[in-house]
């Protein structure tokens, strides 16, 4: 009977062993993923997070004059300074018409990495229209989903690309 006890006693001892390395790992897992979530947490975006250049792509629908939508498109490049300042060239299309366009306008990064912009585009056709857009910088400042606030005229969403 000893044997047996010995044995029985070994063997839980080496049971307890391992649940110990098991909880102990467990919590440093545990611990390490909350350090990370932590750091992710405090991430914040300043306006030097967009010191780059662009690629945008806009579409949506603006309202006529009658009181109807009509589709619109438009791609342009638009380069950021990273102290709130942004420049660019594209070209629209509303309803088969295209322009081209040229773009300047200011930009607040917000710290949650939210951004607003306004934006004077004047066509090569001499008229001249005032944008703003609500924003959201994604992907380390890679992208940028946006949607137009105003004029209320257009309903629009745009992507815009870092140019690499």
Excluded at 37 to 52: G, H, M, P, V, Y
Excluded at 131 to 159: A, C, H, K, M, Y
Aim: aromatic share 10%.
């Amino acid at each position: 009977m000893s044997w047996q006890k010995q044995v029985s006693s070994s063997v839980i001892k080496r049971i307890l062993i391992v649940t110990m390395i098991f909880i102990t790992f467990t919590l440093g897992v545990v611990g390490l993923n909350a350090n990370v979530n932590a750091q992710e947490d405090r991430f914040s975006c300043t306006s030097a997070i967009l010191k780059d250049s662009y690629g945008v792509e806009g579409s949506g629908f603006r309202l006529t004059a009658e009181g109807s939508y009509i589709p619109f498109g438009a791609t342009n490049w638009r380069h950021f300074d990273g102290n709130g300042n942004y420049s660019g060239t594209g070209i629209t299309n509303v309803q088969g018409g295209f322009a081209k366009t040229n773009i300047s306008g200011t930009y607040t990064v917000n710290p949650d990495c939210t951004v607003e912009l306004n934006d004077a585009t004047t066509s090569t056709t001499g008229v001249v229209r005032n944008f703003s857009q609500f924003g959201v910088i994604v992907d380390s400042g890679r992208e940028i989903l946006t949607l137009q606030t105003s004029p209320v005229d257009n309903v629009q969403t745009g992507i815009f690309k870092k140019v690499r």
